[in-house]
């Protein structure tokens, strides 16, 4: 079984129940308009918008993004991927399906926000795209080991945002930062070690959990 057979599975099995969609959704809408019905009419300033929506994006995904093993475990199906499927063929499968719905997830908030909130206004447009696309694939990736790990816990709910957020803490304040940058119009030049540090942090975490998800998977 290849990885993009698992991810069409996956793929076909989300469009037939859409749990993580309508999750990902209506998590999106709550949060926004809970944002907005919090500042009334107040003026917020352009750097708090630039820090929300990243709070909005990682709260969005702790929301949906779990149920890349934790279904498996559900349906009894994990035994029979181990069977079929090598460690790094399941994880690559997962991953795909992970960064579908981020990539899909972040493009709905970022159109959102952009037409809800007057002081997201971005200047420079290049570093933003650059700490969107890294951005995501850090979210998708640690996302995705960590829905490994929790699969086999008992309490998968809560764990899921426990373990996440020290995990994704360094990478959305490096987000929040180039946001603020790009909200700035800083130059691409002046955040080349925000941007590598970056994507020092999606070369470590793919890396590790290569490493790590064959113990992870067959505990």
Known sequence: MTSIALFRKDLASELRTRYAINSLLMFIIVTISVILFSIGNEKISDYLSGGLFWVVVFFTAMSGLARAFVSEEERGTSLL???????????????????????????????????????????????????????????????????????????????????????????????????????????????????????????????????LFDFIWKD
């Not at 997830?105 to 890294?134: C, E, G, H, P, Q």
């Not at 700035?184 to 070690?193: H, K, N, P, R």
């Open 81 to 211: 991927l181990q069977l079929i499927a090598s460690p790094a063929t399941v994880f690559s499968g997962k991953l795909i399906f992970n960064l579908v719905l981020v990539f899909s997830m972040n493009v709905v908030i970022a159109n959102l926000y952009t037409a809800l909130f007057d002081a997201f206004v971005i200047k420079n447009l290049l570093l933003f795209s650059t700490a969107f696309l890294f951005g995501s694939i850090g979210i998708a990736i640690s996302s995705t080991v960590i829905a490994a790990i929790i699969a086999k816990a008992g309490s998968k709910g809560t764990l899921y945002p426990v373990l996440s957020f020290p995990i994704l803490l360094p990478l959305i304040l490096i987000l929040i930062e180039l946001t603020k940058m790009s909200m700035d119009g800083t130059a691409f030049e002046e955040g080349y070690i925000e941007v590598a540090v970056l994507i020092c942090y999606d070369v470590i975490m793919i890396s590790a959990s290569y490493l």
